[in-house]
């Protein structure tokens, strides 16, 4: 009666000596059902084989677990960081490279006329936001002030009228 594969018909239980084990033995096949082909009386049957898992079987799976071993070994275990988080930051480290890289291409090659479009950049910036404070000022003063700044247009505007006249 040899069989491939030998199940264990009952846990193992820590704590628990040989002896007890072998009470509840045959208590435990009496509930468990056997299978026919155990028997051994019939030598036609084609008795079960492990199944080979073509996985852990290739060469690539078996060196790459011995190398993960040799790490966990020497402590240099593999971050445990999921595949989009490190896409994500490897794309982020680049952009950060291309930028920099940028900028200091753009320090170096500046002609004369990149320097003189750089000044009348930076004078229309100050302008803009010189022309923004004022507007503010303006939305900031009291109403009656406005008014009376109208009423002073409007009045120079009806004295040139009347002088063209």
Known sequence: MTT????????????????????????VRSIM????????DCDELIKPKKLINPVKTSRNHQ????????NQKRGLAPQNKPELQKV???????QVLKAQKEEQEAHKKQSDLEIEL???QQKLEQLE???????????NTPEFVKMKS????????????????
């Open 4 to 27: 491939m594969f030998r199940y264990p018909v009952f846990p193992v239980l820590p704590g628990l000596d040989q002896s007890e084990l072998t009470e509840r033995l045959p208590r």
């Open 33 to 40: 059902a056997e299978p026919d082909y155990m028997d051994g």
């Open 129 to 139: 936001l010189e022309q923004q404070k004022n507007e503010e000022e303006q939305e």
């Open 150 to 165: 109208n009423l002073r247009r409007t009045k120079q505007e009806v004295d040139e009228q009347e002088r063209t006249t």
């Open 88 to 94: 994500m930051e490897k794309r982020k480290r680049d």
């Open 118 to 120: 750089m000044k009348r």
């Open 63 to 70: 060196d790459l677990h011995r190398e993960l071993l040799m």
